[in-house]
C-alpha cells in the first residue's frame, strides 16, 4: 500500500486546514487509519485515527473538538479537517495503515505516507 498525504500548508492562527492520505497500490478500506505529527525536535505524535468501517473515530485530547478524521471509500482517501489550528499544531503530518483496531502507538502502523508540512503562524 502507498500512501500519499496532502494538504499541508501555512495558515494563521484559528484557521483551518483540510489533509488528504490517498491511497494507491491495493485498498485501505479494510484498513484502520491514523494521523501523527512531527515537530522539529520531538518524537512523532497521534493525532487521530479511524475504523475500518468508518464507526469509530479517535482522537488526541489536545486535539479533541478541533480535528475531524473521516474516510471516503469510493476515492479510497481518508481525510483530517483541522479547524481553530494554534501555533502547537505546527509539524509534519503523516498518515498510516494498519489492522483494524484503535491504535495510537505509531510502531504498529505498517504503512506509511511521505509527509505534510503544517504551520500555523501566530
Known amino acids: 500500500v502507498q500512501l500519499q498525504a496532502s494538504g499541508g500548508g501555512v495558515v494563521q492562527a484559528g484557521g483551518s486546514l483540510g489533509l488528504s492520505c490517498a491511497a494507491s497500490g491495493r485498498t485501505i478500506n479494510t484498513y484502520g487509519v491514523g494521523w501523527f505529527r512531527q515537530a522539529p525536535g520531538k518524537e512523532r505524535e497521534y493525532v487521530s485515527d479511524?475504523?475500518?468501517?468508518?464507526?469509530?473515530?479517535y482522537y488526541a485530547d489536545s486535539v479533541k473538538g478541533r480535528f475531524t478524521i473521516s474516510r471516503d471509500y469510493a476515492k479510497n482517501t481518508v481525510y483530517l479537517q483541522m479547524n481553530s489550528l494554534k501555533p502547537e499544531d505546527t509539524a509534519v503530518y503523516y498518515c498510516?495503515?494498519?489492522?483494524?483496531?484503535?491504535?495510537?502507538?505509531?510502531?504498529?502502523?505498517?504503512?506509511w505516507g511521505q509527509g505534510t508540512q503544517v504551520t500555523v503562524s501566530s
Open positions: 498510516a495503515a494498519r489492522g483494524s483496531g484503535h491504535q495510537s502507538d505509531p510502531n504498529k502502523y505498517a504503512y
Open positions: 479511524i475504523s475500518p468501517s468508518g464507526s469509530r473515530t
